[in-house]
């Protein structure tokens, strides 16, 4: 309640913006270019590469290397490797035309499902 106290009294004396004020301190120089080339260059080299490990070999917050690997690269971990986010073409046109098969033959067999015996034998369900 205290914070919202606070807003409402910066915004009945004329503040408009909802964006941080500048203030003094150093920047974060960690995210630049030269370290986000540098993760990406570690992680394409060793899939299988920690955070850890890269903030330690980069001398760089693991909190920022965190953000360059998943914000900046776009990767994420799949069974203990990093793998890009972004679909390939190859797998975009994989999923097509697995989508269009199912969807022709859907239109070719009806609405019919199929359920699987407890013996693993198939039966037509209406």
């Not at 992680?43 to 965190?66: A, F």
């Not at 793998?83 to 097509?96: F, P």
Request: charged share 35%; with cysteine; net charge positive.
């Amino acid at each position: 309640m205290t914070q919202v106290y606070q807003w409402c009294s910066w915004f009945k004396d004329g503040r408009t913006s909802l964006q941080d004020e500048p203030r003094s301190g150093r920047p974060n120089t960690a995210n630049n270019d030269w370290s986000t080339a540098r993760v990406d260059e570690l992680i394409k080299v060793n899939r299988r590469v920690k955070l850890k490990e890269i903030s330690l070999k980069l001398d760089i917050p693991k909190r920022n290397v965190c953000e360059i690997v998943h914000d900046k690269l776009g990767y994420r971990k799949v069974s203990a490797r990093w793998i890009s986010k972004m679909l390939l073409d190859e797998h975009t046109r994989q999923r097509v035309e697995i989508s269009q098969m199912l969807l022709h033959r859907c239109q070719q067999e009806g609405d019919e499902t199929v359920d699987v015996g407890p013996r693993g034998d198939h039966r037509a369900r209406n």
